[in-house]
């Protein structure tokens, strides 16, 4: 019998896509990675935010060997079925190269696995033709949060159980 996206790790060349604890080391590279990538360019700092909100958010990471954390993503649990996809980061020295994508299908599987098949995302408008690839369709007009503008975007999975 196969491995399922439902395992701790899923495995893929080096890479090492997997469930991080709150609170945890890995949830503190985790908060480095996404004070780097997402608010010191903004002249923001996480660490102003009350975190403990997180505490019930499900956590995710990319490790190169095992090891470094290279992209990091948070889905949040909402009504039954569907959760939205929150503070996705990728190491600048990997944009590029397909770690946000492989982060985000990993993801995805696992999540499906759940049961979640509705998500949804407040995509960065200079981000959301990355999103409009995986399959995420554009809701709304657009807003501005934390400073830039966004777009709401939404995808809707197929069951596992299809052909």
């Known amino acids: 019998m196969g491995h399922t996206a439902s395992l701790r790790t899923i495995q893929a060349d080096a890479l090492d896509f997997r ?15 996404r004070n780097e990538v997402l608010r010191l360019p903004l002249g923001m700092n996480l660490y102003s935010e009350d975190l403990a909100l997180e505490k019930e958010q499900w956590h995710f990471g990319l490790f190169d060997n095992g ?18 996809l929150r503070q996705m980061a990728v190491k600048a ?35 959301a033709g990355f999103y ?17 503008p966004h777009i709401r975007m939404e995808k809707q999975q ?6």
């Open 93 to 127: 020295r990997h944009e590029g190269k397909g770690i946000g994508r492989r982060m985000l299908l990993s993801l995805e599987a696992l999540l499906a696995e759940r049961g979640v098949m509705q998500l949804s995302l407040h995509a960065r408008i200079s981000a």
């Open 158 to 163: 197929q069951s596992l159980n299809k052909p």
């Open 19 to 33: 469930s991080i604890v709150f609170g945890s080391d890995e949830y503190k590279q985790t908060c480095e990675l």
């Open 67 to 84: 090891t470094e954390l290279i992209a990091c993503v948070i889905a949040v649990p909402q009504a039954s079925g569907q959760a939205k």
């Open 132 to 148: 409009e690839k995986l399959g995420y369709v554009r809701s709304g007009e657009p807003f501005v949060e934390v400073g830039i």
